[in-house]
């Protein structure tokens, strides 16, 4: 059973910065795919950054450029910089991953989830 764990979520005003973190409980980190959704209220859940076994990133349109997702399988962790962040960001962010999939952008090809990290940015 994969555990994953988030971190770093809070209260932040527009244009400042926040640093999520998922600690993965698997002994095979290194070959998920992991990846951040994000749901707002009244919302459905939506893609946000994922990167591969390999180190290949993605990005949702609206967060390219101020979001950086990495990972370090060494200490079986996944983070996500958010700089520059605007009040539609506000969401609860989920940290998802999945030993299979290349449908990165879908959130039901994700086997295993975190609790979720409340984000929010003040105008």
């Not at 700089?83 to 999939?101: I, Q």
Request: net charge positive.
């Amino acid at each position: 059973q994969v555990q994953l764990v988030e971190s770093g979520g809070g209260l932040v005003q527009a244009g400042g910065s926040l640093r999520l973190s998922c600690a993965a409980s698997v002994g095979t980190f290194g070959t998920y795919t992991m990846a951040w959704f994000r749901q707002a209220p009244g919302k459905e859940r939506e893609f946000v950054s994922a990167v591969t076994w390999s180190g290949g990133t993605f990005y949702t349109v609206s967060v390219k450029g101020r979001f950086t997702i990495s990972r370090d399988n060494a200490k079986n962790t996944m983070s996500l910089q958010m700089n520059s962040l605007k009040p539609e960001d506000t969401a609860v962010y989920y940290c998802a991953a999945d030993p299979r999939t290349s449908n990165y952008y879908y959130a039901p090809a994700y086997e295993y989830w975190g609790q979720g990290s409340q984000v929010t940015v003040s105008s």
